[in-house]
């Protein structure tokens, strides 16, 4: 038995790539959630809105690392995050208005507004690749690590080491800082305010004098903003590729819907519970087990649940189980 | 202007869209470009049933179209009689007793009262038959994939006509269907979209990683044909005859003639199944399935039974893109995986569906020609429309590669493009519903 290997093991490989990766998955999601909350349909465009914003970001990087403008330690993107969320911002609401503000008006079935994202979807993608292409790219520099699996080792004597990638810090702490920001303001701010009174009760909202397409276009902001967001902090921690962020919109929606369409807190629960799963499913556990386990209960095989390749299943399941038992999500959200 | 006449109007213009790019192009094209687009109007049949006659929104398409690709592999390639001796039996137990853990799990969940001890008995029931499945599973797969990796390594077909995978593959895609409308359906509209949206990525993902069953990403090729080969054709003085006698190169008049064996196929499969929709569609069924679509609440009060109607017609529509998908794998004469993509194989028949118009059979039909018709020509049109918009740079430039080099992305634009044109000034479709 050696607990703390076993624990560094279970860090390195399970707790801090799913904390990364639930964080991303986190934003995401509150985006889906907040259009579903305020403008009641599901967005299918939202992978490719995520994949236009860090687009944006990664031209506005690669411009800054021509010019020699760099943040040391800290990757570039970081600088150029503001211009990508401005460039995401312009297209949502240029989208909004050529778009979705028509079908608002004749106030369609949510089902209708599915259909046109899913349009809008086509569109996005097609520019995305038109822009930058279909190809992966890398646009991350500065330092790698935060603490390296080596340096981790020399520091402690232990036989596993302890990696932290910049970019996997980098995550957490602006998805924090993000999460923070946004429920201050939903929670705190007049307009924040009058937005959750549109999302509950439409009607009641527009007795109070609330203006909808204001409460529409800040939401569209904030939306472009959480995915601009999530879409550089995913690029960054992986890669950047206009498929994978379509592909994306699975484990998003599904973290959405497993806290609850239209619940913020939820989608910050949601997120989590489906990067834990995924990885946790996908992570095969034998170098765990052989630090716990006495020698003669080793186990030959991997311990590994199932293939990586089937870590959308793994989505999905949940989903489906989340779907079964409580139709709502964890928090209660909005069943239309 | 009367629909009769729109209709013949509009497929008036898909044929001469066809001709032209025969007379313009080659007769090649033109046939690859309408056997394509027969099997597009049969998958875009299929999602019209699910939506157009039920309401139902299913963004899982590709997941049906590949399972009907698989069954052409399972009923057509000669078995490796080698792997079947080496682990069939094993895999065959394994897949039993996942079947069993899964039912046993739901008699459970059925018989005993909610609260924990259901849950936990449930759950340990799915635990263990994970663990002896995978026990099972494993070694009978390491055994079959050990076999000629290089050719085979998988347990191949039943060596059975190619053309029996048709039906076997709208077998396939119903049998998942009903277990995905079982769970989903009767949920909320978004929820079966990201439910068939899951289910379709995870078919592929199957499809990619269990190379027991069709070799995974290492393609099964070489499928048998339920027409006869080129070559064959070439050396057969009878045919040679003929083909000269008409004044056709003999290359030409062979590749040709196998086209147009395939689209006599394909047309006899796509009428036969417009008939039966059109039947469908002016029934009582058909009524009741619109009515349902309309108003649910008030087709309930008049005692329809809403959910088994949507199970039926989720597994009927899904079915027809089973057969479709066996269609096509049928003639690409390979099976590969890496190939299904969502953009290409769900929401461009979705498209095709909204442009043609929805609730029609027809307009799904006209749809699946038009729509596949512009996603193969979109990209010389573009090629030449970025020519004459870069003919003025000068050579070299960075734009100029650069916008040369990104023709291809021009289908998605101009698809998203048609979509949102047409959902705002023709919501209904070219051809609308009566």
């Known amino acids: 038995m050696d607990i703390l290997n076993a624990l560094v093991v279970l860090a390195n490989f399970v707790l801090i790539p799913a904390i990364a990766y639930g964080a991303q998955l986190a934003l995401g999601a509150l985006g889906v959630t907040l259009i579903y909350g305020i403008l009641r349909f599901s967005n299918f465009a939202h992978g490719d809105t995520m994949a236009f914003g860090a687009m944006v ?35 949502v609401l240029l989208t909004d208005r050529l778009v979705y503000r028509f079908y ?44 390296s699996v080596r340096d981790f080792k020399a520091l402690t004597g232990l036989e596993e080491g302890l990696g932290i990638r910049t970019t996997q810090g980098l995550t957490v702490v602006t998805a924090v800082i ?42 569209w902001l904030l939306v472009a903003t959480l ?30 819907i497993v806290g609850g369409l239209g619940s913020p807190v939820g989608a910050i629960a949601g997120g989590f519970v489906i990067a834990f799963s995924e990885v946790g499913i996908t992570y095969a556990w034998k170098k765990v087990a052989e630090y716990l386990l006495p020698e003669a209960w080793e186990p030959d095989s991997l311990l590994q649940l199932l293939g990586t390749d089937y870590k959308f299943a793994v989505s999905f399941v949940i989903l489906v189980i989340v779907l079964l038992i409580r139709p709502t999500g964890l928090f209660k959200g909005k069943s239309v | 202007m009367s629909q009769s006449v729109k209709t013949f109007g509009l497929f008036g213009l898909v044929a001469l869209l066809i001709l032209g790019t025969g007379f313009v192009q080659s007769w090649n094209s033109a046939l690859l470009i309408l056997n394509m687009g027969l099997v597009s109007a ?15 929104f299913n963004v899982g398409v590709m997941g049906f179209v590949a399972l009907g690709g698989l069954a052409t592999v399972v009923i057509a390639m000669p078995p490796v009689r080698a792997a079947w001796a080496a682990g069939a039996s094993g895999v065959l137990a394994a897949l039993a007793v996942g079947a069993l853990t899964l039912a046993l799990a739901v008699w459970v969940t059925r018989r005993m009262a909610r609260g924990w001890p259901r849950a936990l008995v449930s759950l340990s029931v799915l ?41 076997v593959g709208g077998l396939l895609a119903a049998g998942a269907a009903w277990v995905i409308g079982k769970t989903a359906l009767g949920l909320r509209s978004d929820y079966l979209a990201i439910a068939t949206l899951g289910i379709a990525e995870i078919i592929i993902a199957v499809l990619k990683n269990e190379d027991w069953l069709a070799r995974g990403v290492k393609n099964v090729i070489g499928l048998p044909r339920p027409v006869p080969y080129e070559i064959d054709l070439q050396n057969d003085p009878a045919f040679v005859e003929r083909a000269t006698g008409l004044g056709i190169d003999v290359t030409t008049a062979s590749t040709l003639y196998v086209k147009l064996g395939y689209g006599l196929m394909f047309a006899v499969v796509l009428i036969g199944v417009l008939v039966l929709a059109q039947l469908a569609l002016s029934s009582p069924w058909g009524r009741m399935m619109r009515a349902i ?23 009927l529509g899904s079915a027809i893109c089973g057969v479709a998908g066996a269609m096509m794998t049928t003639l690409d004469g390979q099976l590969t995986p890496a190939s299904y993509q969502p953009l290409r194989y769900t929401f461009l ?8 118009g929805s609730g029609n059979n027809f307009g799904a039909v006209l749809g699946g020609f038009l729509i596949w018709f512009l996603w193969v020509q979109v990209e010389p049109i573009g090629a030449a429309v970025i020519d004459l918009v870069t003919s003025g740079m000068a050579d070299g430039s960075w734009l100029k590669a650069h916008l040369q080099g990104s023709v291809q992305h021009m289908r998605l634009l101009t698809m998203g493009v048609i979509l949102l044109l047409v959902l705002r000034f023709a919501p209904r479709g070219l051809l609308p519903e009566r």
């Open chain 1, 57 to 91: 970001t990664i031209l506005v990087t690669w411009a800054l690392q021509g010019w020699g403008v760099s943040l040391g330690p800290l990757p570039t993107a970081l600088l150029a995050l503001p211009f990508g969320i401005l460039g995401c911002m312009a297209l």
């Open chain 1, 227 to 256: 995915a601009t967001i999530a879409g550089t902090l995913y690029g960054l921690d992986k890669t950047f590729k206009p498929f994978t962020y379509f592909q994306l919109l699975l484990p998003v929606f599904a973290s959405a």
């Open chain 2, 127 to 167: 635990v263990a038959g994970f663990v002896i499945y995978r026990a099972l599973f494993d070694p009978a797969v390491a055994e079959i994939e050990r076999i000629d990796p290089a050719l085979t390594g998988y347990l191949g077909g039943l060596g059975l006509p190619v053309v029996l995978a048709w039906p």
């Open chain 2, 42 to 56: 049969l998958m875009a049949l299929g999602v019209n049933l699910q939506w157009g006659f039920a309401g139902l």
């Open chain 2, 349 to 356: 028949i979705w498209v095709m569906v909204i442009v043609g």
């Open chain 2, 293 to 315: 679509r309309d108003n649910e609440v008030a087709a309930r009060a008049m005692g329809k039974d809403v959910t088994a109607r949507h199970l039926q017609v989720f597994v």
């Open chain 1, 178 to 219: 993000t999460v923070a920001l946004l429920f201050w303001f939903l929670n705190r701010t007049r307009t924040g305010k009058s937005m959750r009174a549109y999302s509950d009760n439409e009607d009641l909202a527009l007795l109070s004098g609330i203006n909808p397409e204001r409460v529409v276009m800040i939401t």
């Open chain 1, 104 to 147: 608002r008006a004749q106030r369609v079935k949510p089902v209708i507004l599915v259909i046109v994202s899913m349009g809008v979807m086509f569109v996005y993608n097609g520019v995305v690749r038109f822009v930058i292409g279909a190809d992966d790219q890398r646009f991350a520099d500065g330092e790698r690590f935060i603490i």
